[in-house]
């Protein structure tokens, strides 16, 4: 372990490199089902303050952006954490990435969604899998690989 600077830079590129490749997945998935990067943004809004984020314009996307990167720097910090009592999880990074990848999708699916003001929409097993994939390659492995690069 490289100590504080270590614990530091594993949690920012960790929680950076999440932030920005799963809001891009988000932004050309959702994109291709006809939502725009705004109403997007807003919706995560809506996690926190309700249906009025729509009607806030630029300034309710914006703190759509900086609850998603709370969302990633949280994700980033729990893997660290566990990882320094669970050395597996450095060790053997490609494989528990994506499981924590997995994990971080349903615990969002599961627990934080139904605890915020989001709409619940019907299931949809393209809508599970897409959301599985872009958390094994968009959140997970980047979390895991960060922690490793910075904590070994």
Do not use: N
């Amino acid at each position: 372990m490289r100590g504080d600077s270590g614990t530091a830079m594993a949690i920012v590129w960790a929680g950076t490199l999440c932030g920005v490749l799963d809001i891009t997945a988000a932004i050309v998935v959702y994109g291709m089902f006809g939502l725009r990067p705004t109403p997007l943004l807003q919706g995560i809004a809506k996690g926190l303050i309700g249906p009025s984020a729509y009607q806030g314009g630029w300034a309710t996307a914006a703190l759509g952006l900086v609850l998603h990167f709370v969302i990633a720097f949280g994700a980033a910090t729990v893997y660290y954490l566990a990882s320094r009592k669970l050395r597996f999880l450095v060790e053997s990074w490609a494989v528990w990435g994506p499981l924590y990848g997995v994990a971080v999708h349903f615990f969002m699916q599961y627990v934080v969604l139904p605890m915020s003001r989001v709409t619940r929409r019907p299931f949809s097993w393209e809508m599970l899998w897409i959301g599985v994939v872009i958390h094994i390659f968009c959140v997970g492995l980047p979390i895991a690989g960060m922690v490793r690069r910075y904590t070994r």
